[in-house]
């Protein structure tokens, strides 16, 4: 039979995830966002198709409001991972979690304030290369960790 391994304490154990796995997360929440951007643009593309039929153009977007759409969508993506799950997709997939220092889950306006900081200042992450913990420079200043979370099975 096989057990999950746990730490001293009797929890699943967690270690701090590092570079390249929080990378490649990021890489697929970066997708997801311009899939739901992509989505949103199509659907108001097919509100004025089916509008005014006739007289349809493809809508012309000013690049600066594609840009503040993205961000946009990318901190409200971010901030109900983290503060409903504890993790965005891209997290779940590379079996990540973003807790606090305590190892609890973030609540809403902390989970706002990391996305924020995420959005705007991505080149944080490359923190991790030389923080012996594994923290970003978001990690740091905000008080969070990101660690593995999957039960791993030992034979036995």
């Known amino acids: 039979m096989s057990k999950p391994v746990t730490s001293p304490t009797g929890q699943t154990e967690q270690r ?16 997801m966002v311009i899939v739901i951007c992509s989505l949103a ?8 198709l089916i509008w005014s039929p006739t007289s349809f153009t493809w809508p012309s977007v000013p690049l600066w409001v594609t840009f503040a759409f993205g961000w946009g969508v990318a901190v409200l ?22 807790l606090t220092n305590r190892h609890r889950m973030l609540r ?18 490359a ?16 008080r969070t960790t990101v660690v593995y979370d999957w039960h791993v099975v030992a034979e036995g």
């Open 108 to 125: 809403w306006a902390h989970s706002f304030v990391r996305a924020l900081f995420c959005v705007f200042f991505p080149i944080g992450l």
């Open 127 to 142: 923190w991790v290369i030389f923080s012996p913990m594994r923290r970003s420079l978001q990690d740091v200043v905000l």
């Open 16 to 31: 701090p995830a590092g570079i390249v796995t929080r990378s490649a997360a990021a890489g697929i929440d970066l997708a």
């Open 41 to 48: 643009y199509f659907g108001l593309v097919l509100a004025m």
């Open 77 to 98: 993506y971010l901030t109900a991972g983290w503060a409903t799950t504890g993790r965005s997709y891209g997290d779940y997939v590379m079996g990540l979690r973003v």
